[in-house]
């Protein structure tokens, strides 16, 4: 096995131990390990004895931390083949490295549909590497499931039917917190910094939609930053000078500890709103606890390294599967847990499909996905996809940031 192709075909060792745990990921031990099975209807990628999916994500170049959430989604597979897999089929996911690169994603893409023949493409990793092979996925009628991405381009039936997103959609979250702010602080006058990219425009896309008319009343100021900038610093000092009593923050990466770092020596103090996928732990501590005590973000997933869900079966399942596959990872780190329910909600999904494994029987029930829940999802939250909405979530807990844990405020619905 290399960095670049990681397929696994694992034996058979440890069945009750696998059977065990997957029972702790919430899937039901029954349906695992049947000793015999009906033959089914199939697709290519999709036999009696196996379920062949494709998978790219950066296990190298600028986003490679991210490629945890890819080892994290194989590992679970390769537990589970352990207890027989999926209704006695063993599921093989094939991973390839493509650097987060475009025309890298688009090679190995083609290679995993025209050359491995896999069933689906799952778990893919970006918004630009995502985008260059929707168009070819969707016109050869591939499920591309569960991309890690928000995008609103990954939410659109209509258009790209094949396509899902595998995290929030950044509008949908955008206007959720809109709608918020339009109802209970109607007076506040809002500032908002965003990166230059899809997920910026998407968010604040949404956001303007949810303050409706009180948007031109509500928006004072909007700034935006480039990936490559070193600080943002000269952003935030411009828009503190307004005197803002709100500040939507959609900073990511080192961004996120800057700005936040930032707004505290100004001595500026307006309540500040953080992107969900962005406020982990780990990007907050750098900035200090006297900086954060008081963020706030709208939130749909759990932090693995909050005490408060450390007795939590998915969690401590996740850590077995860690300390097990992948003992390197940070047991802290959020992407390897994010990875890990990727791959549950994935297990759930080819057990709805039962024996029949054709392209459209997948795609159908992977987008339905109404009343189902993965381990990450915090606790009332559960998935709102739809055969005409594609979007993850329609609810998310309003939270508070105190001495380095999130704490529940409220629930807030999109509408």
């Known amino acids: 096995m290399t960095n670049n192709d990681r397929t696994f075909t694992p034996s058979r060792r440890q069945m009750l131990r696998g059977l065990g745990l997957a029972a702790a990921a919430g899937v039901t031990p029954g349906l695992l390990a049947a000793p015999a099975i009906a033959r089914g209807k199939y697709d290519e990628g999709a036999s009696d004895t196996e379920i062949r999916l494709g998978q790219t994500a950066p296990y190298s170049g600028p986003a490679s931390y991210l490629g945890v959430m890819a080892r994290a989604e194989v590992a679970y597979f390769e537990r589970l083949n352990r207890s027989g897999g999926v209704r006695g089929r063993k599921v093989r996911i094939i991973s390839l490295d493509d650097a987060y690169s475009p025309p890298k994603t688009v090679e190995a893409t083609r290679r995993l549909v025209e050359s491995d023949g896999v069933l689906a493409m799952v778990g893919s990793i970006g918004t630009a590497t995502q985008t260059a092979v929707q168009r070819y996925l969707n016109g050869k009628k591939i499920p591309q499931l569960l991309v890690g991405s928000g995008a609103s381009r990954f939410n659109q039936p209509d258009r790209?039917?094949?396509?899902?997103?595998?995290?929030?959609?950044?509008?949908?979250?955008?206007?959720?917190?809109?709608?918020?702010?339009?109802?209970?602080?109607?007076?506040?006058?809002?500032?908002?910094?965003?990166?230059?990219?899809?997920?910026?425009?998407?968010?604040?896309?949404?956001?303007?939609?949810?303050?409706?008319?009180?948007?031109?009343?509500?928006?004072?100021?909007?700034?935006?930053?480039?990936?490559?900038?070193?600080?943002?610093?000269?952003?935030?000092?411009?828009?503190?000078?307004?005197?803002?009593?709100?500040?939507?923050?959609?900073?990511?990466?080192?961004?996120?500890?800057?700005?936040?770092?930032?707004?505290?020596?100004?001595?500026?103090?307006?309540?500040?709103?953080?992107?969900?996928?962005?406020?982990?732990?780990?990007?907050?501590?750098?900035?200090?606890?006297?900086?954060?005590?008081?963020?706030?973000?709208?939130?749909?997933?759990?932090?693995?390294?909050?005490?408060?869900?450390?007795?939590?079966?998915?969690?401590?399942?996740?850590?077995?599967?860690?300390?097990?596959?992948?003992?390197?990872?940070?047991?802290?780190?959020?992407?390897?847990?994010?990875?890990?329910?990727?791959?549950?909600?994935?297990?759930?999904?080819?057990?709805?499909?039962?024996?029949?494994?054709?392209?459209?029987?997948?795609?159908?029930?992977?987008?339905?996905?109404?009343?189902?829940?993965?381990?990450?999802?915090?606790?009332?939250?559960?998935?709102?996809?739809?055969?005409?909405?594609?979007?993850?979530?329609?609810?998310?807990?309003?939270?508070?940031?105190?001495?380095?844990?999130?704490v529940r405020v409220k629930t807030l619905s999109a509408g």
């Open 160 to 406: 790209f039917p094949w396509t899902t997103p595998g995290s929030g959609v950044y509008a949908v979250e955008g206007e959720t917190l809109g709608r918020y702010l339009a109802a209970g602080k109607p007076d506040a006058k809002v500032v908002i910094l965003s990166q230059a990219d899809e997920l910026g425009r998407d968010y604040v896309s949404g956001f303007r939609k949810g303050l409706g008319a009180r948007a031109a009343q509500m928006l004072v100021k909007e700034a935006v930053y480039e990936a490559a900038e070193p600080t943002v610093d000269s952003q935030i000092v411009q828009l503190a000078s307004t005197g803002a009593d709100v500040f939507i923050n959609l900073t990511i990466g080192k961004f996120l500890s800057q700005s936040v770092r930032k707004a505290h020596e100004l001595g500026w103090k307006p309540e500040q709103y953080l992107l969900s996928g962005a406020a982990t732990v780990s990007l907050l501590k750098p900035a200090g606890t006297a900086a954060t005590n008081g963020l706030l973000a709208p939130r749909s997933i759990r932090s693995v390294s909050s005490p408060q869900w450390a007795d939590d079966p998915g969690v401590k399942d996740y850590q077995a599967l860690r300390a097990e596959f992948l003992p390197n990872v940070d047991p802290t780190d959020n992407a390897g847990f994010s990875g890990y329910s990727v791959g549950v909600l994935i297990h759930q999904i080819l057990e709805k499909c039962g024996d029949d494994l054709t392209r459209e029987n997948l795609l159908r029930a992977a987008t339905d996905l109404r009343g189902m829940t993965s381990p990450m999802n915090l606790p009332g939250i559960t998935f709102a996809t739809s055969p005409t909405d594609y979007a993850l979530y329609k609810n998310y807990e309003l939270s508070r940031y105190e001495n380095d844990d999130w």
